[in-house]
């Protein structure tokens, strides 16, 4: 049963579908759910290709999922993009 009084948001406030001649993707958030998160660097770039890259990503991902009280489950790093999924 979902309850009506869920805290829906979303990332931007904003009424522009548009900015900058790009289409804006909205991230919609809602506290105490399970997230599929996914990002991939643009043009395909490999900036995870070194072991330098790799390291750097896990200690930034380590900290901000620390920060933002996230818990990845499951969290791969392919050489242009990572997906994770957790609470």
């Given at each position: ?33 399970v ?7 643009r ?45």
């Amino acid at each position: 049963m979902i309850e009506e009084s869920m805290d829906i948001r979303k990332s931007n406030d904003s009424a522009h579908e548009h900015y900058d001649g790009q289409h804006r993707f909205e991230h919609w958030c809602r506290d105490n759910q399970v997230y599929f998160i996914t990002a991939r660097c643009r043009g395909h770039f490999a900036a995870f290709d070194s072991e330098d890259a790799k390291q750097i990503f896990w200690m930034q991902f380590e900290k901000y999922t620390n920060q933002f009280s996230f818990t990845p489950w499951v969290t791969s790093l392919l050489k242009n993009h990572y997906h994770t999924l957790g609470y």
